[in-house]
């Protein structure tokens, strides 16, 4: 309970935050990786921190915090659940059998910073610069600020560089532990195979949704379409294509109020932490509600496991980020 009540006083009260000078945290703010204006912006630092896997797992969700913080703690709880009253009469089962069933909703606590604000330009490029493509993607983005009227918003999403800087930051530079890319698939991809045992340097291993525990610093990715997948099989024979998916870095899990509290970026504009439903069967690991428990779940089908100790299931709490908003 004083973890949700810590959670619901930043969102609801903290304004964006500035990042924790060097001393006290010691993060490159992605902001240092490029300079230049809209339209002649470019990436002058492309290099990553490099360390052992073993030493990741809590310095990916101190990062992670800080860069929630700087986006104005922007938050989602997907806790909620909404049920539909329907007017006198009118019989669900004649429209939607779904129409009068529960459904998974989301309350925004708080809306942050978001990606069109100019001060947000040298962050996002910051995040793009720790994956191969960023270069390109620079150009491309500086042309369509030069030939855009009025505000222009990244023309690539943005969610798989932020994942791969903070990997970046955290000490994962070696791309035999993390393949850090301007897409979530290829580092999944990299995390099925370290599975399989064909990447035994890989810092995550992929599973199932519910076949482990889930810890602060492990990846929880969902596809999207109407033919998206639901499991890691799923995925193996379309491994190296295109599929549209989306990971978050998991910060904090709260397993008697049922809930786990993931932070992504270009989630709404902006990087934003999400709290999901969780439950537990029996002795089992506990796991996030997906779409095959409740109406409007997401479809998640793959925990990426970091091959690392665990640390304290409330890491977000103790991160400098948090410890500096708390006094």
């Not at 850090?180 to 995390?191: E, K, L, P, S």
Request: aromatic share 6%; net charge negative.
């Amino acid at each position: 309970m004083r973890a949700a009540l810590i959670l619901l006083a930043i969102a609801g009260a903290a304004q964006a935050a500035p990042r924790l000078p060097r001393e006290a945290f010691d993060v490159i703010p992605p902001s240092e990786r490029v300079t230049g204006p809209r339209g002649d912006m470019r990436v002058v630092q492309s290099a990553c921190r490099t360390g052992p896997t073993s030493w990741a797992r809590r310095r990916i969700v101190d990062v992670a915090a800080q860069e929630w913080a700087f986006f104005g703690f922007q938050t989602a709880d997907a806790t909620v659940v909404e049920t539909r009253a329907l007017p006198d009469g009118i019989v669900p089962e004649a429209l939607n059998p779904d129409l009068a069933q529960p459904r998974q909703g989301r309350t925004f606590l708080r809306l942050g910073r978001w990606e069109s604000e100019r001060g947000a330009d040298a962050t996002i490029a910051g995040y793009w610069s720790a994956t191969p493509d960023g270069p390109d993607i620079l150009r491309r983005q500086n042309r369509a600020w030069e030939d855009g009227e009025g505000e222009v918003n990244w023309i690539e999403p943005w969610s798989a560089a932020f994942v791969s800087w903070v990997m970046c930051e955290a000490g994962l530079g070696d791309m035999g532990q993390f393949q850090r890319d301007i897409a979530h698939r290829t580092y999944i991809d990299q995390a099925i195979r370290a599975r399989d045992g064909q990447a035994p340097e890989a810092a995550y291993a992929a599973h199932d949704i519910g076949e482990t525990e889930v810890e602060p610093g492990d990846l929880l990715c969902n596809a999207r379409g109407s033919e998206a997948y639901r499991t890691i099989a799923d995925r193996r024979p379309d491994m190296g294509e295109f599929a549209p998916t989306h990971c978050d870095i998991v910060v904090r899990v709260d397993a008697e109020a049922g809930r786990i509290a993931i932070i992504g970026g270009n989630v709404v504009n902006g990087v934003t932490l999400t709290l999901l439903p969780a439950t537990r069967e029996g002795s089992g690991p506990l796991r996030p509600l997906i779409e095959a428990d409740i109406i409007g779940g997401r479809r998640l089908f793959a925990h990426l496991k970091l091959r690392a100790d665990p640390v304290e299931p409330n890491a977000l709490d103790h991160s400098p980020t948090v410890r500096a908003l708390s006094g």
